[in-house]
């Protein structure tokens, strides 16, 4: 420590100690509440984040589950990427490409669930028509 007790030649503490307000009058606030004008209110249509009539959970899950247990990752991990795309532009405020990349999601996965049903379903008749020779 200095001599002057401060650190190194940085001076001293402040007067007042660390967390003392400036020395003048307080600054002005309007009404006392805030911002002029006030705050609009939270979770409105327009408020980015809201998503309010875009649900993007069901579109990810199923893109998840059709790309996992139906083994079409061909299908299955585009609607996955327009899920997370969906869900983006729902945190955005972008509701109508939301909404529509949340459609295109939900009908990759039931395209590539109902595919690798149909694969899984001629591969069972395959396998018993075959293990009859």
Known sequence: MARDGGFGGYGGAPRGGYNAPPPGPPPPTPNGFGPPGGVPPLGGPMTPGSRSDVDTTLPLFLSIASTLLCCNPVLGLPAIVLAIQARNAANMGSLEL???????ALVLSFVA???????ELFEGFHYVATAGR
């Open 98 to 104: 939301a909404h529509r990349r949340a459609r295109a």
């Open 113 to 119: 669930a109902g595919a690798g049903l149909l694969f």
